[in-house]
Nanobody, 115 residues
């Protein structure tokens, strides 16, 4: 069974930075894409950023220029660097891995942006 595990998150002041990490069973390059999604209270889960096996990336308009998704090949993980955080970035952030067999989600990690 594929396991997806997130780490990072926490409480940060507006304008601050956080780093989220995600690992998945096996080699991350075996997945067609891996990405970060978030869900705020009362809202639907939405895409934040996604990276494909070939290295191309997608970002939500709301995070472009502030967030960066990348792969750490040595550690076999996908990293989301979040800068210039805003209160509206507050949500549970989920990592998702997708391959030809299915779609796999992590348990989520809370990010709270507040003064």
């Amino acid at each position: 069974q594929v396991q997806v595990v997130e780490s990072g998150g926490g409480l940060v002041q507006p304008g601050g930075s956080l780093r989220l990490s995600c690992t998945a069973s096996g080699n991350i390059f075996s997945y067609a894409n891996m990405g970060w999604y978030r869900q705020a209270p009362g809202k639907q889960r939405e895409l934040v950023a996604r990276i494909y096996s070939g290295g191309s990336t997608d970002y939500a308009d709301s995070v472009k220029g502030r967030f960066t998704i990348s792969r750490d090949n040595a550690k076999n993980m996908v990293v989301l660097e979040m800068n210039s955080l805003k209160p509206e970035d507050t949500a549970v952030y989920y990592c998702r891995a997708q391959n030809f067999e299915g779609t796999y989600w992590g348990q989520g990690t809370q990010v709270t942006v507040s003064s």
